[in-house]
């Protein structure tokens, strides 16, 4: 069992910056590919980035690409994204997930969801 817990998300300015963690609990944090998904008003919930379980591979929906930065820290079992130049369609509810795959870019390779954090970037 792993339980996932978000923190970070707040109001931001368009162009502003966030940091976003997710600490995990348990042993096996680095068995886990971990990702972040997010899900808009009136939205589906969308794939925003994944990085496998040491950390050398990351995979970003195009939406963020050159924005957003995913990282991991196994001594911490927590796992970052890092996002800069948000835009208010970056409005969403961000959530942490962790799954046996290394790249977890689909819902249905997700075995662990965090609760999520909510990110509002208005003026």
């Known amino acids: 069992q792993v339980q996932l817990v978000e923190s970070g998300g707040g109001l931001v300015q368009p162009g502003g910056s966030l940091r976003l963690s997710c600490a995990a609990s348990?042993?096996?944090?680095?068995?886990?590919?971990m990702g972040w998904f997010r899900q808009g008003p009136g939205k589906e919930r969308e794939f925003v980035a994944a990085i496998s379980w040491s950390g050398g591979i990351a995979n970003y929906a195009d939406f963020v690409k050159g924005r957003f930065t995913i990282s991991r820290d196994n001594a911490k079992n927590t796992v970052y994204l890092r996002m800069n130049s948000l835009k208010p369609e970056d409005t969403a509810l961000y959530s942490c997930?962790?799954?046996?795959?290394?790249?977890?870019?689909?819902?249905?390779?997700?075995?662990?969801w965090g609760q999520g954090t909510q990110v509002t970037v208005a003026s």
């Open positions: 997930a962790a799954g046996r795959l290394p790249g977890i870019t689909r819902q249905l390779d997700v075995d662990y």
């Open positions: 348990g042993r096996t944090f680095n068995t886990y590919g």
